[in-house]
């Protein structure tokens, strides 16, 4: 029997087959693994409309092509590249009002598309609020607005974020009251100059620690004010970081999260750190969360909204079932920088963990900037470029950004979340199953290593002996 014949109810392939989904944040990290998996395990999608905005000499349709060359997409390319001709790049803007949708463009969407999957947002911490506000906030108002004009639609899948609740230690899989109003934000930062909304922001945000954490939050305070018009998931991953396993193991395409500290360490670049070492690290690989999210849309698609008016909400995080500190993190990568050495290191790897904010500026001034400016003066007398610098400020403007989170811990309830292990159907098992208690945590980050190394940096792994002999010099 074909995928399509089969019961919707009984297989997550048969509820998308035939169904013309719509994907914001296509192009970011988990958009890409997003649609790598839908075309792989579902193999009998209509089509699938990407949300995206041409970049400066660059179309939009040669943005598509650059990212399906990618590694994530090679299986893909190599045994059913045809399912590729099914993406299709709608211009538009998730930063801009009504998603910056051309007219026509819009009714095409409206006509066709069943299932949206509302991915895009600015996860950078230091964005300032208006901006956080247009891309976290005001474009969930607009996929919302597109989404409730949509004559097929069975599902709206909105990626929040489990952080969104910060000031709460112990996170449920609900929906909680916003104490403040999402709209007046909106007109707010619509209306208020750069400057004046800059200086307002401490006060606007309250105790939230930065504008990702605050706008995610009013995010969900937007697709509240719409139960019962539209079918809707809320998904709060924790920190979603390297895949375990689909479609390789370490795919990985930024610096974010543990995996970024273990870079950093591994290069010499990372010597000292800020952070309790107690705490522990609540982290999704990226394949698991995506999996998570087709299959708890598949789960709020099979209900209609008049039998069931109810958000679906689910915590996808680890820390009940694979519990990890941040020293753990940080040691393992030490160990395996050792194996798998990276190229060209600056220093020698280690980390000092620094328990308290003088000792972290005394010694980020010692072993980061001091060292910095000496060699970034040899670089100069050398005639070449120094980088040293300005690199460590990044270093620490990426710490100090984290601070928070790597300082205090929550807890995150995710009871059905993993009743989905049990509602996922036996044949979708190994498609969809998550691999939560099985996996092993060093090997993981061993394969996260190894991810960094060839997907990240783009180092060769043929290359080894070489790295091997600089990191002994």
């Known amino acids: 029997m074909s995928v ?7 297989s997550i392939p048969a509820f ?12 970011g990290f988990m958009g890409k693994v997003l649609i790598e998996k839908l075309l792989w395990s579902c193999p009998d999608i209509k089509e699938i409309f990407l949300l995206m905005r041409p970049k400066k000499n660059m179309r939009i349709d040669d943005r598509l ?9 090679d299986r893909l390319r190599e045994n059913r590249p045809e399912s590729l001709k099914k993406l299709i790049p709608v211009e538009g803007d998730a930063e801009e009002e009504g998603l910056g949708l051309p007219r026509i463009e819009r009714q095409v969407l409206i006509e066709r598309v069943s299932i949206v999957f509302h991915v895009a947002a600015s996860v950078r911490f230091d964005d300032p609020l208006k901006k956080a506000i247009f891309m976290n906030t005001r474009s969930t108002r607009d996929v919302c607005i597109l989404a409730a004009q949509m004559k097929r639609l069975v599902a709206l899948m909105h990626v929040s974020s489990t952080y969104s609740q910060t000031e709460k230690p112990l996170v449920e899989e609900k929906l909680y009251a916003n104490d403040v109003n999402w709209k007046k934000a909106i007109k707010i930062a619509e209306t208020l100059d750069d400057h004046t909304l800059r200086i307002l922001t401490p006060k606007f945000m309250g105790s939230f620690p930065n504008t990702y954490t605050f706008t995610k939050r009013l995010a969900e305070g937007v697709v509240a004010d719409y139960a019962g018009i539209l079918p809707i998931i809320v998904f709060r991953p924790s920190i979603v970081i390297s895949s375990m396993a689909e479609p390789m193991p370490g795919w990985l395409d930024n610096f974010n999260g543990p995996v970024g500290l273990m870079v950093g360490g591994g290069k010499g670049v990372l ?12 982290f999704v690989p990226v394949d698991v969360a995506i999996k998570a999210m087709i299959s708890s849309t598949w789960n709020r698609g099979l209900v209609t909204i008049t039998r069931d008016p109810s958000i679906y909400v689910y915590n996808c995080s680890s820390a009940d079932i694979k519990s990890i500190s941040m020293v753990e993190i940080a040691e393992m990568g030490l160990r395996y920088v050792h194996e798998i050495p990276l190229d060209d290191v600056i220093w020698k790897p280690s980390l000092i963990i620094a328990r308290d904010k003088m000792t972290y500026y005394i010694l980020t001034l010692l072993l980061h900037f001091l060292p910095a400016l000496l060699i970034d003066s040899l670089l100069k007398l ?9 690199l460590q400020r990044k270093v620490y403007a990426a710490n100090s950004a984290l601070e928070y989170f790597l300082c205090n811990e929550w807890k995150f309830k995710n009871d059905k979340l993993l009743k989905l292990l049990v509602d996922i159907p036996p044949t979708d098992q190994d498609s969809f199953g998550f691999e939560y208690y099985t996996f092993d945590t060093h090997e993981y980050f061993k394969n996260c290593m190894i991810g960094a190394k060839k997907y990240l940096l783009k180092e060769d792994m043929n290359k080894l002996d070489k790295s091997l002999a600089h990191y002994r010099r």
């Open 16 to 27: 998308y087959a035939g169904q013309s989904i719509f994907i914001t944040g296509a192009t």
């Open 271 to 282: 010597r000292v750190a800020y952070f309790d070492s107690h705490s522990s690290a609540d």
């Open 382 to 390: 050398a005639g070449r470029k120094p980088m040293l610098v300005k």
């Open 65 to 73: 092509m650059a990212i399906l060359s990618i590694p994530l997409f």
């Open 4 to 10: 399509a014949k089969m019961d919707p109810k009984t």
